[in-house]
């Protein structure tokens, strides 16, 4: 926010008075100070965004909401409100905007920008948990975002006069509603009274008040997880290092708190529009937050998630663009990449790891591994034998059980000896250019020349899986991670002659305006839209109006990641894999993995990875994780310790460098090895944990790792910036608080009024008063090797007790190996958890049918553990049950007075019994039956 410039008479401390040059001086210092800081504000605003929080004066502008309503339908359960544009009327009724904290364009209806004479709005619930509300043209046809996936969302058949959407009695019939849920009493959670309302045909103004102190979400972005009072813009585009700007992925959903309300509710706001975008946050006048969205094209598509617990709110979310997608158990160890690598270093990854025994699961090839970086193709210098190689890792005798991770890029290189070119050519399935009648739009990469591929055109995902098959028999790969399709593009729009080919002839295309999109009267990025994309005017196959760049750039991502996903599928049949897409958008985690790319080897770009990754959680992304150590810039010794301490506790754990930097390895110190390895260790240690989660979340929605006050909602202490920030939880379970400073060794921890555990010790340390309303905070050591992570009272956590003293180098040596059962009970002596065992990698079906896997459940009460078999693999299967070699129980010495029993229920058999030997403390000794099934 600008600063009011407090202006002081200056005064010496020599008591001559200063000559009359040296005052003039002065003046004329200040004065130019002044118009710099003019001239910089009217800069920013010419650009057509403002400055994070600019301060405007009163400003008069054309009627803040021209519509009326005209008539109320309702039908079906479906509530339509067709509105009347009242402008021409309201012409001269200005409205006044004082100290108003955003960038408020002035729009005028031209012969390119229509305003519709009538709207209509149509209003539906569904659920029962969350209603949608439309503005669509009734006249003309506007751009609708499609959707995905099959959505497991429904709308009401009966008429809800329940529904939360309410008109203001307006004597003037002015078209304002307020939105209420049965859980709010008489609070709105949304105000639109006195809000701007816009609708043109490039430019679309959606304005609200919310009853929430608290807004997350809108990404991708770098910044801190609460979202600030300021402008953020939602443009695909791929910006390392700059947090200014518009990043790989667009997700325009905002969770905010409840303020109103008691045991502070929580909401959700899902804007589902591709267009470019700028949503605002600010305070009114009197206080209250305010929310704006600015697009410049499709519809405004507002979906509304009723009040309730922060997981509910995802969960309903994640129903409406699509659950996240399971990968293989392998994607959740260690994964290493680096750019410029080649077979020699893959080899010597491989040999460094094993000898010092530091687990690894899988190898990620960079662009170089394609010839002259043509997508599906293997560079037969610097990866000849890459398939001999992979071969040599997928097999047992080897010893190795390694994956290998190929890259894809969507770009395509002209090249007229080029396979997938010409047949991409010759299908007729690349974007096309505006500018130069029935020929594809030809951009620059750093491949060369490149085209894009058109997942509008019916024969491009038929293609691609082509490439995808053809590769897969060149490499044997495991996975896929897709590369550039932000689309990354070196032209800004249109090519030169230069850039591309000399031919600088062309036929103008006359049913596309190449021209169309270059004069919007606004524009909600820092930058224009073409800046390292393609031409607005680039079209698709199929709808000549709306299939434009213009519309669908931010598409490209969750087009490329669903083509690979499907072929992927039909590639391994029943078997998991990996997709990870470095682009993203709404729904993207229904079928791929993400990375934060582009990240540097700075302390503060660690810490931004923990925003990163709660935001992608919120966004339906939960396997997601940043490059440990940075892509870019090198990192000290100590950070790169650090990141590995943090870096075990990403969903995604990734090892990813650039090739200007050292080597940022598990291996690249030696003295430095044994704590990294140890983090690894923890890593493996509790990855049949994680997985369960990730296996939950698959089926029901919801955030993996979430915020502290996820768990701790009334707790004003778990809102605080340095909390929300440097910290997170893992499923309600772990509470992982790492090392954020250089030379650290200590951290002081807030600790929610509950009971807490030391993972590392298993002791106690803090317990839950239920007289106190806010928890404490701790001094605990943190050395170097060591970061600090609490197990929640009331939790069951399943734990590779061996991993750290055996010689674990994968997930699959996990598959046999000896489970912990962690118990923490809570004040209450109560305790609960899950977990997944999957035997053959093969995709779960969320009908539970499967056989090819187990999914336990435990709880503690009353000093008895029951371990119930929900559902999988019937008892009468061949297969043994899992070695439950140890349970402990945090808080139970009691136990070493008398013997207690685990019992072992299956639901389609009889119950079964498993006793546990009394030992010291509260340790017990599984007798595990060989002979049980």
């Given at each position: 926010?600008?600063?009011?410039?407090?202006?002081?008479?200056?005064?010496?401390?020599?008591?001559?008075?200063?000559?009359?040059?040296?005052?003039?001086?002065?003046?004329?210092?200040?004065?130019?100070?002044?118009?710099?800081?003019?001239?910089?504000?009217?800069?920013?605003?010419?650009?057509?965004?403002?400055?994070?929080?600019?301060?405007?004066?009163?400003?008069?502008?054309?009627?803040?909401?021209?519509?009326?309503?005209?008539?109320?339908?309702?039908?079906?359960?479906?509530?339509?409100?067709?509105?009347?544009?009242?402008r021409?009327r309201?012409?001269?009724?200005?409205k006044?905007?004082?100290?108003?904290?955003?960038?408020?364009?002035i729009?005028?209806?031209?012969?390119?920008?229509?305003e519709?004479?009538?709207?209509?709005?149509?209003?539906?619930?569904?659920?029962?948990?969350?209603?949608?509300?439309?503005?669509?043209?009734?006249?003309?046809p506007?751009?609708?975002?499609?959707?995905?996936?099959?959505?497991?969302?429904?709308?009401?058949?009966?008429?809800r006069?329940?529904?939360?959407?309410?008109?203001?009695?307006?004597?003037?019939?002015?078209?304002?509603?307020?939105?209420?849920?049965?859980?709010?009493g008489?609070?709105?959670?949304?105000?639109?009274?006195?809000?701007?309302?816009?609708?043109?045909?490039?430019?679309?103004?959606?304005?609200?008040?919310?009853?929430?102190?608290?807004i997350?979400?809108?990404g991708?972005?770098?910044?801190?997880?609460?979202?600030?009072?300021?402008?953020?813009?939602?443009?695909?585009?791929?910006?390392?290092?700059?947090?200014?700007?518009e990043?790989?992925?667009?997700?325009?959903?905002?969770?905010?708190r409840?303020?109103?309300?008691?045991?502070?509710?929580?909401?959700?706001?899902?804007?589902?529009?591709?267009?470019?975008?700028?949503?605002?946050?600010?305070?009114?006048?009197?206080?209250?937050?305010?929310?704006?969205?600015?697009?410049?094209?499709?519809?405004?598509?507002?979906?509304i998630?009723?009040?309730?617990?922060?997981?509910?709110?995802?969960?309903?979310?994640?129903?409406?663009?699509?659950?996240?997608y399971?990968?293989?158990?392998?994607?959740m160890?260690?994964?290493w990449?680096?750019?410029?690598?080649?077979?020699?270093?893959?080899?010597?990854?491989?040999?460094?790891h094993?000898?010092?025994?530091?687990?690894?699961?899988?190898?990620?090839?960079?662009?170089e591994?394609?010839?002259?970086?043509?997508?599906?193709?293997?560079?037969?210098?610097?990866?000849?034998?890459?398939?001999?190689l992979?071969?040599g890792?997928?097999?047992?005798?080897?010893?190795?059980?390694?994956?290998?991770?190929?890259?894809?890029n969507?770009?395509?290189?002209?090249?007229?000896?080029?396979k997938?070119?010409?047949?991409?050519?010759?299908?007729?399935?690349?974007?096309?250019s505006?500018?130069?009648?029935?020929?594809?739009?030809?951009?620059?990469?750093?491949a060369?020349i490149?085209?894009?591929l058109?997942?509008?055109?019916?024969?491009?995902s038929?293609?691609?899986?082509?490439?995808?098959?053809?590769?897969?028999?060149l490499?044997?790969?495991?996975?896929?991670?897709?590369?550039g399709?932000e689309?990354?593009?070196?032209?800004?729009?249109?090519?030169?002659?230069?850039?591309?080919?000399?031919?600088?002839?062309y036929?103008?295309?006359?049913f596309?305006?190449?021209?169309?999109?270059?004069?919007?009267?606004?524009?909600?990025?820092?930058?224009?839209?073409?800046?390292?994309?393609?031409?607005?005017?680039?079209?698709?196959?199929?709808?000549?109006?709306?299939?434009?760049?213009?519309?669908?750039?931010?598409?490209?991502?969750?087009?490329s990641?669903?083509?690979?996903?499907?072929?992927?599928?039909?590639?391994f049949?029943?078997?998991?894999f990996?997709?990870?897409?470095?682009?993203?958008?709404?729904?993207?985690?229904?079928?791929?993995?993400?990375?934060?790319a582009?990240n540097?080897?700075?302390?503060?770009?660690?810490?931004?990875?923990?925003?990163?990754?709660l935001?992608?959680?919120?966004?339906?992304?939960p396997?997601?994780?940043a490059?440990?150590?940075?892509?870019?810039?090198?990192?000290?010794?100590?950070?790169?310790v650090?990141?590995?301490?943090?870096?075990?506790?990403?969903?995604?754990?990734?090892?990813?460098?650039?090739?200007?930097?050292?080597?940022?390895?598990?291996?690249?110190?030696?003295?430095?090895?044994?704590?990294?390895?140890?983090?690894?260790?923890?890593r493996?240690?509790?990855i049949?944990?994680?997985?369960?989660?990730?296996?939950?979340?698959?089926?029901q929605?919801?955030?993996?790792?979430?915020?502290?006050?996820f768990?701790?909602?009334?707790?004003?202490?778990?809102?605080?910036?340095?909390?929300?920030?440097?910290?997170?939880?893992?499923?309600?379970?772990?509470?992982?608080?790492?090392?954020?400073?250089?030379?650290?060794?200590?951290?002081?921890?807030?600790?929610?009024?509950?009971?807490?555990?030391?993972?590392?010790?298993?002791?106690?340390?803090?317990?839950?008063?239920p007289?106190?309303?806010?928890?404490?905070?701790v001094?605990?050591?943190?050395?170097?090797?060591?970061?600090?992570?609490?197990?929640k009272?009331?939790?069951?956590?399943?734990?590779?007790?061996?991993?750290?003293?055996?010689?674990?180098?994968?997930?699959?040596?996990?598959?046999?190996?000896p489970?912990?059962?962690?118990?923490?009970?809570?004040?209450?002596?109560?305790?609960?958890?899950?977990m997944?065992?999957?035997?053959?990698?093969?995709?779960?079906?969320?009908?539970f049918?499967?056989?090819?896997?187990?999914?336990?459940?435990?709880?503690?009460?009353?000093?008895?553990?029951?371990?119930?078999?929900?559902?999988?693999?019937?008892?009468?299967?061949?297969?043994?049950y899992e070695?439950?070699?140890?349970?402990?129980?945090?808080?139970?010495?009691?136990?070493?007075?008398?013997?207690?029993?685990?019992?072992?229920?299956?639901?389609?058999s009889?119950?079964?019994?498993l006793?546990?030997?009394?030992?010291?403390?509260?340790?017990m000794?599984?007798?595990?039956?060989?002979g049980?099934?």
């Amino acid at each position: 926010m600008q600063e009011n410039l407090d202006y002081r008479e200056f005064k010496s401390d020599s008591k001559a008075p200063k000559p009359t040059w040296y005052k003039r001086v002065m003046i004329v210092a200040a004065v130019g100070v002044v118009l710099l800081a003019v001239t910089v504000v009217v800069l920013l605003l010419t650009v057509g965004r403002a400055s994070p929080d600019p301060v405007l004066d009163t400003i008069k502008l054309p009627h803040h909401n021209p519509y009326f309503v005209a008539a109320v339908l309702r039908q079906n359960g479906v509530m339509y409100v067709d509105l009347k544009n009242e402008r021409k009327r309201l012409e001269n009724d200005t409205k006044f905007y004082e100290n108003s904290s955003r960038y408020i364009p002035i729009i005028r209806e031209t012969h390119d920008n229509y305003e519709p004479k009538r709207l209509r709005v149509i209003v539906r619930d569904h659920d029962g948990h969350m209603s949608q509300l439309q503005y669509v043209d009734p006249d003309l046809p506007r751009w609708h975002v499609p959707y995905y996936h099959n959505r497991s969302v429904r709308a009401e058949s009966h008429a809800r006069n329940g529904s939360g959407f309410r008109l203001y009695n307006d004597v003037n019939g002015s078209f304002q509603w307020y939105y209420k849920s049965a859980l709010t009493g008489n609070v709105s959670i949304l105000d639109t009274r006195d809000c701007r309302l816009q609708y043109f045909d490039k430019y679309l103004e959606f304005e609200t008040r919310v009853d929430s102190e608290y807004i997350y979400g809108m990404g991708e972005r770098i910044h801190s997880f609460h979202l600030k009072q300021g402008n953020y813009s939602l443009w695909n585009r791929y910006n390392p290092q700059n947090s200014d700007s518009e990043q790989s992925g667009t997700h325009p959903f905002v969770l905010g708190r409840l303020t109103s309300v008691a045991h502070h509710n929580f909401f959700g706001l899902y804007m589902h529009n591709s267009n470019a975008m700028l949503f605002s946050v600010w305070k009114d006048r009197f206080g209250q937050s305010m929310i704006n969205y600015k697009m410049v094209g499709g519809v405004i598509d507002l979906y509304i998630f009723h009040s309730g617990s922060p997981q509910q709110i995802l969960r309903k979310y994640h129903s409406v663009i699509g659950k996240p997608y399971l990968p293989a158990a392998w994607a959740m160890g260690l994964q290493w990449a680096r750019k410029g690598s080649n077979v020699r270093d893959f080899k010597n990854v491989i040999k460094e790891h094993t000898k010092n025994y530091i687990p690894i699961d899988a190898l990620w090839a960079d662009e170089e591994m394609n010839e002259v970086r043509k997508t599906f193709t293997v560079n037969n210098y610097s990866f000849r034998g890459l398939k001999e190689l992979v071969d040599g890792m997928h097999d047992d005798e080897w010893g190795i059980n390694m994956k290998f991770v190929a890259i894809a890029n969507p770009a395509l290189v002209k090249d007229s000896t080029y396979k997938y070119y010409l047949e991409a050519v010759k299908k007729d399935s690349l974007i096309k250019s505006a500018l130069h009648y029935e020929r594809p739009y030809e951009g620059f990469t750093s491949a060369g020349i490149s085209v894009w591929l058109d997942f509008f055109a019916h024969n491009t995902s038929l293609i691609w899986a082509g490439g995808l098959i053809d590769m897969h028999n060149l490499t044997s790969y495991d996975g896929v991670w897709i590369t550039g399709n932000e689309i990354e593009n070196k032209c800004n729009g249109e090519c030169s002659s230069f850039e591309t080919s000399a031919d600088d002839s062309y036929v103008p295309d006359p049913f596309h305006n190449a021209s169309e999109f270059d004069h919007l009267q606004f524009r909600p990025t820092l930058e224009p839209l073409e800046t390292q994309a393609l031409p607005m005017a680039g079209y698709h196959e199929g709808n000549n109006l709306h299939h434009k760049q213009f519309f669908t750039h931010n598409l490209f991502s969750i087009q490329s990641a669903k083509a690979t996903f499907d072929a992927l599928s039909a590639i391994f049949e029943s078997k998991r894999f990996l997709v990870a897409s470095r682009s993203t958008w709404a729904g993207s985690g229904h079928f791929s993995s993400h990375w934060l790319a582009g990240n540097s080897g700075t302390w503060k770009s660690m810490v931004d990875s923990i925003s990163g990754i709660l935001n992608f959680n919120m966004f339906g992304i939960p396997h997601v994780g940043a490059p440990i150590g940075g892509f870019f810039l090198n990192c000290s010794r100590e950070l790169l310790v650090r990141w590995f301490e943090l870096g075990a506790y990403y969903p995604l754990m990734l090892s990813y460098s650039n090739y200007n930097t050292y080597n940022k390895d598990a291996f690249a110190f030696p003295e430095m090895i044994p704590f990294i390895k140890n983090a690894i260790l923890e890593r493996y240690a509790l990855i049949r944990f994680m997985y369960t989660k990730m296996f939950e979340a698959h089926l029901q929605g919801g955030a993996v790792v979430h915020p502290l006050f996820f768990d701790f909602p009334n707790d004003e202490e778990a809102y605080r910036r340095d909390v929300v920030d440097k910290t997170f939880m893992w499923a309600s379970s772990l509470y992982v608080v790492p090392s954020v400073f250089p030379g650290q060794t200590t951290s002081r921890v807030y600790l929610p009024n509950w009971t807490w555990y030391d993972l590392r010790t298993l002791e106690k340390i803090t317990d839950y008063d239920p007289y106190a309303r806010r928890g404490k905070y701790v001094d605990l050591d943190q050395p170097l090797g060591h970061i600090n992570v609490f197990i929640k009272g009331g939790t069951i956590i399943p734990y590779h007790m061996f991993a750290k003293e055996a010689k674990i180098m994968n997930t699959k040596d996990l598959e046999y190996a000896p489970i912990r059962i962690l118990v923490a009970p809570d004040f209450y002596g109560r305790a609960e958890g899950n977990m997944v065992v999957d035997f053959e990698n093969v995709r779960i079906n969320p009908d539970f049918n499967s056989n090819t896997y187990r999914y336990y459940s435990f709880t503690y009460m009353n000093k008895a553990l029951n371990i119930t078999k929900l559902a999988g693999l019937d008892i009468s299967a061949e297969r043994k049950y899992e070695y439950f070699q140890e349970v402990y129980i945090t808080d139970g010495g009691e136990l070493a007075v008398d013997i207690r029993y685990a019992c072992m229920v299956d639901r389609r058999s009889r119950r079964k019994e498993l006793q546990f030997l009394r030992g010291t403390g509260s340790r017990m000794i599984a007798i595990y039956d060989e002979g049980y099934n």
